[in-house]
Each structure stands twice: as C-alpha cells, then as structure tokens.
C-alpha cells in the first residue's frame, strides 16, 4: 500500500517561533513532492514544490527532502497566526507522473 | 477566482435526486481531476483525464459518473447517492509538463439527506 503519512497535530507554536511539519512516503520511486496549505472550509492551496534531495527555500518556508530516509519536511520560519491551517504534503506516484497521492494533512495553530 | 472554477459551490440533495458538478480551468491545462475530501480522510482521488481521456478510476461506485467534453470542462454527474457521500468535492488541473502542479479549484460541499 502506498501510503504518505504525517502526524494529524495540532501542532501549537507561539507566534514568531518556527513550525515543523513533517512527512514520510512509502513509495521509493517518487519524484515530485509538494507542500499544500488549506483553509478551513477551502480547498488546497501550493506552497511549494521540491524534488531535489537538500533544501529548497521560498520566502519564510523551507521545504527539505531526504529521498534515502524518505522524508520531506516544511518548515515556516516566524510563524504568524494567518499561516494557521492545515498542511498536506503529497507525492507523485511512481506509476504515474500526474497521479498524487496524499496525506492526511496536520493542523498547524499560530498562538499570538 | 479565474485558474479553476467550480460550480456549484454548496449542493443539498436527497438520494432520490441527480445533480451535476461542473468544473472549468482557464489555465491551458491538458489534465483535470476530481477528488473527494472527507473529514479525517486524506485527498482521495477518483477520476483523471489527459486530453479528454479518462486515464483513471479509482475504484468509484457508478453513482458517480465523470464527463470531459474537452480539456477545459470536466462535470461529475451524480445519482443516488448515500449519506456517506456528503464531502468536499474538488476538482484540480495540470499542465502535464514536470512537475505537474496540481492546482484546485474552490470545491462544491455536498450534502446528501
């Protein structure tokens, strides 16, 4: 089964702080992993792509790739409460370049 | 919002009835997308077109009926649905160039009584 798996949180930072989200895929032969941020109520939104091993920076957010340990992580430098939402990270599949396969996504909460 | 647009944007409907959802993407793209997000449940996907082409089902009961005239238009004709089909119904489009961006529209919220 192939799965993208990431821990539901909520996970709860101080306004200013760094956020860490976290992700782990089962497919090895994936090539394309995104970060989506949603809205309560709205529909998912691109944060940013990756698909090099290392880092990738955009702004406040990092996206970091570690295909060996098949991980990818987000993280928000000087949290604000307006990047409250859920966060979904999702993975090509490697059948198929335009299928993705998501997880379940993990509330961030930005306390002011 | 002008990239992908879905109507409508809420739908209430019995099990009796059939509704449909539209979908449009002004983006040049040559693949659409519908998935069903339910709540505790990750993105599922249910249908892919490429060029007009239904290049995947993933498992969907009949009930649901996906139509894509052309690359632009993509509809889900709905039919004696079931309460456990009330969700967040979205649909995405990509360019089919990598990385292959999906890009959602605002969704419809179906509600099934």
């Known amino acids: ?112 | 919002e002008t990239g992908v647009t879905q109507t409508p944007r809420h739908l209430v409907m019995g099990m009796t009835n059939k509704k449909s959802l539209k979908c449009e993407q002004h983006l040049g793209h040559n693949a659409m997308y519908w998935y069903k997000q339910s709540a505790k449940k990750p993105l599922e996907l249910m249908f892919v077109y490429n060029f007009k082409e239904q290049t995947e089902n993933n498992s969907v009961p009949s009930r649901f009926s996906p139509e894509c005239p052309n690359s632009s238009h993509l509809f889900l004709h709905l039919h004696t649905l079931q309460p456990e089909d009330s969700a967040l119904y979205l649909c995405a489009s990509t360019p089919g160039t990598f990385p292959d961006t999906q890009y959602f529209g605002p969704g419809t919220r179906l509600t099934v009584l």
Do not use: H
Not at chain 1, 9 to 24: F, K, M, R
Not at chain 1, 40 to 45: A, D, L, Q, R, T
Not at chain 1, 80 to 92: E, F, I, K
């Open chain 1, 1 to 112: 089964q192939k799965e993208v798996e990431q821990n539901s949180g909520p996970l709860s930072v101080p306004e200013g702080a760094i956020a860490s989200l976290n992700c782990t895929y089962s497919d090895r032969g994936s090539q394309s992993f995104f970060w989506y941020r949603q809205y309560s109520g709205k529909s998912p939104e691109l944060i940013m792509f990756i698909y090099s091993n290392g880092d990738k920076e955009d702004g406040r957010f990092t996206a970091q790739l570690n295909k060996a340990s098949q991980y990818v992580s987000l993280l928000i430098r000087d949290s604000q409460p307006s990047d409250s939402a859920t966060y979904l990270c999702a993975v090509n599949g490697s059948g198929a370049t335009n299928k993705l396969i998501f997880g379940t996504g993990t509330l961030l909460a930005v306390q002011p």
